[in-house]
């Protein structure tokens, strides 16, 4: 399989097949806390998309020093920091360079921090994607983080849509609310189900 | 009110009245993904508890020390280290747990419950009361990790306490039926979300009866960064103020 | 103001000093134990895949080019009580569903497999896991060549693909055979004295 190809693969495996929300369960506190409107669904999944992107992009070379000093074992703690360090300082930059991105995704930044979802997805880039250093390696990585990304908000955007209709239903008494609702996501995680196999066939 | 109440108090609370999980709708990452047995479930409840109480020990001793500007990065440093001693400890001593926990051991350090802990009991109460809430909300967490797995192991795999050495070679007791014909589904990504969805109604129903309010995910109120978060947490907690007056 | 700054910086400094070096220490008790635990599995697993072997010898390690990939790979080989050679231990990795898949596989010297273990696998449990049971992993035990997957049986050539997990069953085909490749293109195969 060539590279470009690869790299395609990678996206729709963490979009379709991997889905961090449906499949990993990584995130699921925004997925149930901020999906009850469409447009806070979209606003806090592209901040979650950028987050993700940059955070890979900054750690996986720090990854690289760990290494080379013999640290690896640090790797969670250094990560977290400089996650939230990542966020706090996007924000600020954000909130004194372009008001209006600012408005738009700012005020979803603090959450993000604490979102297993972001620290996920660079612990797995280590795990999955290997640590040589190279390039290629690094390619890969940015693609999962942006995969997952995007996985991310198309669950968010779909389980909008789902809640959306929940609101209009006479529900059993006991099932109203969150119960209702988590049963409605293994709904939409089991349609996801329906995708396993897809990548491998692809390109075969 | 808080400084009144018995140690006891504080132990118990965290085991049904304030159930992390069933209760206050934290943790619910691990909660799902980690539940396919009932070993990994406990073992994720054991690790996040001695998480938990260590982390809560060390904050309530450094409240006084810690300016409370940088309360939230060094919470989370601490937390970190914590997360990542027991990491070690279980890749050293106990490596099929650590097989089986994979991302999710490291994980603990952004669960909600002690970030939450931190901010909402360690940081402003004694070293014996923090430990004890500690100890109170972990077992709670194992508690309710125990029930999804215990549930989502029998239907799904048809067996009971399955990867430890020590039952009947690493494949647990078969349950009949069951074993036989194991309803795969249980296992995967979708059960858990159901299993979990059925005991949050059951939890609903008897917290119901004791006249206790509905378990609901406050937005992002419950959310140890809720203080920071300005529009989701107002607009979410109206509507959900609203849903409830209705 | 400048104050205001300062202390809370400081007090995070050293809250973070405090934290690496409790964590080094701690680190510098595990490690070894970690290590150890590496070489305790892959010891048993040998044992495992080549119950005929009494001894092994040093372990040799490389990168193999199999359909165009290059993967690290190690062997050992597997000596009866004489001292004599009677096939090879492969150590080599693919990628499942869930990840990096590493399999050990015992390749005896007329070139047939004689056993399969995973040392590391994540897959799906209730599907791709289920690689890690016996029946699985005994259907590989005799086969020689190239192995293929087949949806439906286990053949001469193939083995049987788990259910709902063909990702998982290729990753481990694939495993055991840039194992029978080494064995065949770099070791020389039967003409191996």
Redesign the interface.
Known sequence: MSYSKELISILITYILT?NFILSKFLGICPFLGVSKKLNTAMGMSAAVIFVMLISTAITYPIYNLLVHFGLE??ET?VFI?VIAALVQLVETAMKKFMPPLYNALGIYLPLITTNCAVLGVVL?NI??NGYSGTMENFGRAMMSSLGAGLGFMLAMVMFAGVRSRLESCDIPKFLKGLPITLVAASLTSLSFLGF??LV?NMFA | MAEKKTLRQEFTKGLIKENPVLRLVLGTCPTLAVT??VMSAVGMGASATAVLVCSNIAISL?RK???S??RI??YI??I??FV??VQ??V???M?ELD?QL?VYLPLIVVNCIILGRAEAFAGKNPVLASAVDGLGMGVGFTGALFFMGFIRELF??GTFLSGIAGINGGNGLAVPFLNEN?M?IF??APGGFFVFGILMAVANKIAEGKGLPKAELHGCENCPMAKSCTIIHKEDCKSNEEVASK | MKK?IL???I??FI??LC??F??GI??SV??D??AQ?AVQ?EMDSRKVVMADAVSFGDKVEGNHTYEGVDSPYSYVEALDANSNLIGYVFVTQS?G?G??ISTMTGVSTDGKVTGVEFL???E????GMNATKDSFKDQFKGLSGVIGVNKNESTETEVKALT?A??TT?AAAKGVNIALDIYENVLGGENNG
């Open positions: 991997q074992y640090l703690i920091l797995l795990d999955t396993a196999g491998e | 396919t047995s450094l020390v810690i300016p500007k940088v990065p060094a440093v601490i970190a280290s990542t001693i070690m400890v890749k050293a001593f490596p097989q994979g799904g795999s194991p795969l296992v995967l | 205001a202390i809370p910086t007090s995070l809250i973070c934290a690496t409790l964590l701690v680190n595990t490690e134990k970690i635990n599995t990628t569903y990840g990096a590391q696998i994540n799906t449990v209730g599907l709902g063909t990702i290729k």
